[in-house]
């Protein structure tokens, strides 16, 4: 059973403290915690009225962490998954968007179930980056069936895919890829 603490903490550990690069369209950062993220989210920690960088300077890494479960663990039902894939999808979730990491895994579940469609039995999924029941079983029964070291090494690679697709589209953001690549490598084979 994995520990949320652990993975929440790790997340941490990775996200660090306040940055602000222009070329990170999320804004100002701190803890992982972005200006665009918390503007979505109405995040005032200052009570002035607004959300803006002195809000984002004031995040606490328990605040983060709180964040984090909520809204990257709990909201997109990720707590719901095998646990063995939890820790990667929810820092997927929080290093690229809870929709994108998990249209990332139903495609990865889909594309397991057509090359191994005599024994994953699922229909199809749609990548709608909302987890429900069938995403759920499908995640279960794969992980059951071809192993959680494999969908989890697998969705390492989709993870890869996609961001090199968003330096393709943005080359100004390749000034990140290989911190990246780097940390989305930090799953490979962790559950197995």
Do not use: C
């Not at 004031?58 to 646990?83: C, G, H």
């Amino acid at each position: 059973m994995i520990s949320v603490e652990g993975v929440l903490n790790d997340v941490l550990r990775r996200e660090g403290g306040f940055v602000d690069d222009p070329a990170d369209p999320g804004g100002p950062t701190k803890h992982g915690i972005s200006l665009r993220y918390a503007r979505g989210i109405g995040l005032d920690i200052d009570d002035d009225g607004d959300t803006d960088r002195d809000d984002i300077e004031l995040v606490t890494p328990e605040r983060a962490k709180d964040l984090y479960r909520l809204d990257f663990w709990l909201v997109p039902r990720i707590n719901m998954l095998p646990s063995e894939i939890q820790p990667q999808l929810v820092d997927f979730a929080i290093n690229s968007g809870p929709g994108r990491a998990v249209i990332t895994l139903q495609n990865t579940l889909d594309y397991a179930r057509s090359e191994a469609s005599d024994v994953l039995t699922f229909k199809p999924l749609i990548p709608d980056g909302l987890i429900g029941k069938r995403t759920i079983s499908a995640s279960e029964m794969t992980v059951d069936i071809v192993g959680a070291g494999i969908l989890n090494d697998s969705l390492v690679e989709a993870r890869i895919m996609w961001l090199r697709e968003i330096v393709r589209r943005d080359p100004v953001r390749g000034k990140f890829i290989n911190g990246w690549v780097a940390r989305a490598k930090e799953f490979e084979s962790w559950a197995g």
